[in-house]
């Protein structure tokens, strides 16, 4: 495995990130929604970052169907715990790739009426677009890398690594 962004890197950008995002939010209590497992480490960094005050939830979604991964079929396992209606709703995932995950679940929590629903994302590959999905904020943009740590997986493994590197 090779170092791509190393811890220090990240928590300035996640910093930073926390920073806007809660200039955007002044004076509202945002809803942070994480998706499980890979935004779990981000997710809790931005919230302790952020100055607004916030609550979370969490949703667990699998794809299936043939050739899953790039198939786009996306389901939720485990739903959300919490009403959205008229919350300001943050959903922060760790990567988007293809843009299946987020675009699905984007519409379908929108359908929930929350009073906002925007997208924050650690990594960004947009190489590996499959739809056309943008999220409202971006930690770092990437190669079309496979990356471990700070969250992400390799089989299960590396989630707990403090920097983010790319798989050889
Ligand atoms: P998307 O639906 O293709 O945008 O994929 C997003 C999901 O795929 C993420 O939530 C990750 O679980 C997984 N994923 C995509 N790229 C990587 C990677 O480089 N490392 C680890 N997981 C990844
Ligand atoms: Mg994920």
Partial sequence: ME???TEEEVQRRVSSLARKISRDFAGREVLLVGI???AFIFMADLARKMTTPVKVDFVRL?????GTHSSGKVKITKDLETSLRGKD???VEDVVDTGFTLNYLFHRLQARRPRSLKTVSLLDKPGGRKIDFQADYIGFTIENHFVVG?????????R???GIYVVK
């Fill in 89 to 91: 709703v943050l959903l």
């Fill in 150 to 158: 700070y969250g992400l997986d390799y089989n299960e493994a590396y």
């Fill in 36 to 38: 499980l497992k890979g």
């Fill in 160 to 162: 707990n690594l403090r």
């Fill in 62 to 66: 699998a794809s299936y169907g043939r």
């Fill in 3 to 5: 170092l791509l962004i």
